[in-house]
Nanobody, 121 residues
């Protein structure tokens, strides 16, 4: 089970940190990812983290940072220099370590409920 939190309303240029707490699984045995879905658009990959490193969507590279604390079974998404187009519901998800394509939604089998991020221009 995954529980996302930390969303809210922020002005453009501001920052937010999302958290996703995991339970019911051995956290460090899974890839963790963040996805988002803007109004009227399909859900898209934002960032993913595995033992070998991190992967980011081009649209957030240099502004967002994904990290994890295995002791707390939590993954974070630090979002800086937020833009209006970052407005979306953000979802965390987990995928098996054997996943080859970390940025593909179909690889993830457990999803959190989503947390809304609204960036005002």
């Amino acid at each position: 089970q995954l529980q996302a939190s930390g969303g809210g309303l922020v002005q453009a240029g501001g920052s937010l940190r999302l958290s996703c707490a995991a339970s019911g699984r051995t956290f460090d045995r899974f890839i963790m990812g963040w996805f988002r879905q803007a109004p009227g658009k399909e859900r898209e990959f934002v960032a993913g983290i595995r033992w070998s490193g991190t992967v980011y969507a081009n649209s957030v590279k240099g502004r967002f940072t994904i990290s994890r604390d295995n002791a707390k079974s939590t993954v974070y998404l630090q979002m800086n220099s937020l833009k209006f187009e970052d407005t979306a519901v953000y979802y965390c998800a987990s995928a098996p370590l054997t996943t080859a394509t970390i940025n593909q939604e179909y690889e993830y089998d457990v999803w959190g409920q989503g947390t809304l991020v609204t960036v005002s221009s």
